[in-house]
C-alpha cells in the first residue's frame, strides 16, 4: 500500500528497496507534479514530495514543499513535525521549538518517540529550562522509545 492506501506501483511492490532508489523517488515526484497540475490545492500531494524529496536529502525542497502543503491545510500537523526535525538537524532549534509546537497543539501523539526529547532539547538549547523540564518528563513516560535513560539524564542536570 502507498500513503493513502492504495496498491504501490507492480513494479516496486516487491522490494521496498526498490521505493527507495533515487530513481524511484524522482518517478514519484514527477508523477506528483503531474498530479498538482491537475489539482494545485491538494496539500497531500505537496506533503508526499516532501517526504520524497526528504528521503532524497534535498532539505530545500523538502521544507519549501511542507511550508506549501501548511499554506494549503494549516491543519496538516505531520508537516510542522518534519519541519522541526529538519530544523533540529540543522540546530536551528528555535524554529524546531516552533514547529513541533504547532505540531503537539494538534497531535500529542509522538510518533517515533522522540518529538518530546527533541523538544525538550530545544528547550534546554534555548534556555526555557521550565519548557525543556516539561517535555522531557513527557519524554521519560514512554518506555517504550528507549530514550527514558537519555531524558532522566537530561533531567537529572537541570533540577
Avoid at 514519484?28 to 517526504?51: C, H, K, M, T
Amino acid at each position: 500500500m502507498d500513503f493513502d492506501g492504495g496498491e504501490l506501483d507492480p513494479d516496486v511492490s516487491g522490494d521496498w528497496r526498490e521505493v527507495l532508489k533515487p530513481e524511484s523517488l524522482l518517478k514519484s515526484i514527477r508523477e506528483l507534479e503531474g498530479e498538482i497540475r491537475w489539482n494545485p490545492v491538494d496539500a497531500e500531494l505537496y506533503f508526499q514530495i516532501g517526504v520524497f524529496y526528504g528521503c532524497l536529502k534535498d532539505d530545500e525542497n523538502a521544507v519549501k514543499a511542507y511550508h506549501t502543503a501548511l499554506e494549503l491545510d494549516p491543519e496538516m500537523h505531520q508537516a510542522n513535525y518534519l519541519l522541526g526535525e529538519h530544523f533540529f538537524g540543522k540546530k536551528k532549534y528555535w524554529d524546531a521549538a516552533m514547529e513541533f509546537g504547532h505540531y503537539v497543539c494538534g497531535e500529542p501523539d509522538d510518533p517515533d518517540g522522540t518529538l518530546y526529547l527533541k523538544f525538550g532539547i530545544a528547550c534546554l538549547r534555548l534556555g526555557q529550562i521550565k519548557d525543556a523540564r516539561r517535555h522531557l518528563e513527557k519524554a521519560r513516560l514512554d518506555k517504550a522509545s528507549g530514550r527514558v535513560g537519555i531524558a532522566n539524564k537530561l533531567l537529572s542536570r537541570i533540577t
